[in-house]
């Protein structure tokens, strides 16, 4: 089964309005970490945003917010006021566990291919 | 920039030959990875290396051999590989400790064409 699903293989946005993409994940240990990463053409995975799963308010950073719903497992990514160089691919990511065990081992989405438009 | 540096970019190979991919950090991390990605896919993990030991390899075949001859530097050796290997392959790292995250810092990736 899948453990991230994104359901979103593509998006237009037109530039400067804000987008929601789309993650759920599927898990039964208490203790994970939930990642956004941007992917542009360049092949560097630029990481983005980060949630815990003990965190009790959405993580924000800059123009990207994670509005994460835990009961409903969803981890949506939203950016605010999107600019033309926010065209690439989006990876929501999982780590099952907490650090010390898992390292760093994600999980990765099938990924979203975001386009902006001027 | 980066902080995980990767080479070459780029690297064109005949399945004779014997090649290999190289990647560098200078942030202290302690656990090093290698993740294979085709065009539009995610990336799939094929190894970690945690304290300079191989402590995840995800049934990888062994024509891709890898190495880490320090906490600095990881190296991806390959051999008589074959085109459907022709993929982006990122190098990434982390902390392995319970004080952070566990997220993960890549390079920008070598581009391999297997003829």
């Known amino acids: 089964a899948q453990k991230i699903t994104q359901t979103q293989p593509g998006m237009f946005v037109q530039e400067k309005e804000a987008v929601t993409l789309d993650c759920t994940y599927d898990t039964s240990d208490p203790s994970y970490g939930l990642f956004w990463y941007k992917q542009p053409s360049s092949g560097e995975m630029i990481f983005l945003i980060y949630q815990g799963s003990y965190d009790q308010q959405n993580a924000t950073e800059g123009r990207y917010s994670l509005n994460f719903q835990k009961a409903r497992k969803s981890a949506n990514l939203v950016i605010s006021a999107s600019q033309l160089g926010d065209s690439a691919m989006y990876f929501c990511a999982m780590r099952e566990g907490q650090v010390r065990n898992q390292g760093g081992k994600l999980i990765f989405g099938q990924g979203t291919e975001l386009s902006v438009k001027p | 920039d980066t902080e995980v540096t990767q080479t070459p970019k780029h690297l064109v190979m005949g399945m004779t030959n014997k090649k290999s991919l190289k990647c560098e950090q200078h942030m202290g991390h302690r656990a090093m990875y290698w993740y294979k990605q085709k065009a539009k896919k995610p990336p799939e993990l094929m190894f970690v290396y945690s304290y300079e030991k191989l402590s995840i390899n995800e049934s990888v075949p062994s024509r891709f051999s890898p190495e880490c001859p320090n906490s600095s530097l990881l190296n991806l050796h390959l051999h008589a590989l074959q085109p459907e290997d022709s993929a982006l392959y990122l190098c990434?790292?982390?902390?392995?400790?319970?004080?952070?995250?566990?997220?993960?810092?890549f390079g920008e990736g070598s581009r391999l064409t297997v003829l």
């Open positions: 990434a790292s982390s902390h392995p400790t319970g004080e952070n995250t566990g997220e993960l810092f």
